[in-house]
């Protein structure tokens, strides 16, 4: 990669998130990205997808039957690493179509579904995932903590929430007056989930850029 395409790159990234200034911004952003954003993330050596995986294999052991949402799928670069661990019982949702028809070509998912995240119902029944993955997905302009709620109600008692994102998304993913991390500790609070474990990663993206790695447990 030239490195004028690096700083490109770069650019988008950045731009999807803090130069975006809503959801619907960063939501175009992504449409015309969308046939570059594979390539350019090996590029950039995105490891995140990989790291979030076989975090959450971890989770799981042996069993690979597990019904997994990867929300805020993508291209589907974190059910790739997953189905390369041998789960296979994926489904994807994201907000942009056409990311999601990148992912669609891959034979990952059993199951694509367009649509946002936030404090908005999902047509999906409660309880009804063993675990929902977020990956890359919370930051500004992006899916925030307001997504919570919904992310919890549709999984499992018993199943598991893991978000991971680039470590300086978290200072800009609160929702309605309060930070990320407050909002972590009122759903812990109120019972809705328990903390299974935070952990930092040093590389999240090549060996410059760290991640946050949030797991849950839902009661
Ligand atoms: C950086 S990409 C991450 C994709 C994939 N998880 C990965 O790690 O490669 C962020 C994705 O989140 C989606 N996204 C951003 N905000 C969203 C929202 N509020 N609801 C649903 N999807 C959203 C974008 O469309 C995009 O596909």
């Known amino acids: 990669m030239s490195t004028s395409r690096m700083e490109e790159v770069w650019d988008i990234i950045i731009d999807t998130s803090a ?12 449409r015309q990205w969308a046939p570059d954003y594979d390539q350019d ?28 949402l990867d929300a805020g799928a993508g291209t589907g670069l974190v059910g790739k690493e997953l189905q390369n661990l041998g789960f ?33 119902r999902l047509d999906i029944d409660s309880g009804y995932y063993d675990c929902v993955v977020c990956i890359g997905s919370v930051a500004a302009n992006h899916a925030n903590a307001g997504c919570l709620p919904e992310l919890i109600r549709i ?3 018993g199943g598991y929430v893991f978000i991971a994102t680039r470590e300086d998304n978290v200072p800009n ?40 790695m949030y797991m849950y447990q839902v009661m």
């Open 155 to 157: 999984t499992k008692s």
């Open 173 to 212: 993913s609160g929702y309605d007056g309060k930070s990320w991390d407050d909002w972590l500790k009122i759903h812990e609070d109120n019972g809705l989930w328990k903390k299974v474990e935070i952990r930092r990663v040093e590389d999240w993206i090549a060996d410059v850029h760290g991640g946050m």
């Open 19 to 30: 130069a975006a200034d809503s959801v619907e911004t960063s939501q175009e952003l992504y």
């Open 88 to 120: 296979t019982n994926l489904e994807a949702l994201d907000g942009s179509q056409e990311m999601l028809d990148v992912a669609n070509q891959k034979g990952i998912y059993k199951r694509s579904m367009c649509s946002l995240l936030g404090p908005i």
């Open 41 to 68: 993330n090996v590029d950039v050596h995105y490891n995140g997808p990989k790291l979030s995986a076989l975090k959450i294999a971890q989770l799981f052991g042996e069993n690979k039957d597990v019904l997994i």
